[in-house]
């Protein structure tokens, strides 16, 4: 099973996609959208359609996202929740059922600890795909996502509530 780990951002949108076979797990590709344009609606057309080709060219079978936590500038919180609802439409409109992971969840998962820094996770994920070369760490996150989903969606194991 192919699963598009997707780290939702509006100027730079992550993502992953593994191969998932039994209980191994395989780097596919990953990368970084980089969102371009004047105005927001641009800027979410340039993601759309990046995502859209990503979808299109590996073809996955699951996909995963990391849920949004809010924070303290609310007006940056509901951009980032624009360009997450055009990372939830892709892989919906290929027919993909979208799991959502918290960012603890996520590094719990990879790393073992629910508030890892981000360089932890880079390696952790280098240490569970062997050979991947990161296209930086929002790629890397978007790798924790699709490893993430891989053991608590439809690939190693379900998750307990």
Known sequence: MRVLGIDPGLRNLGWGMIEVTGSRL???????????????????????????DIVQRFEPEAAAIEQTFVNKDGAGTLKLGQARGVALLVPAQYGLTVGEYSPNRVKKTVVGVGHAAKEQVAHMVRVQLPGVVLAGPDAADALAVAICHAHYGRGIGRAVA
């Open 26 to 52: 395989s780097h596919i590709a990953n990368g970084v959208c980089h969102s371009t344009g004047d105005d927001l609606g641009a800027r979410l057309l340039s993601l759309y359609e990046q995502l859209t």
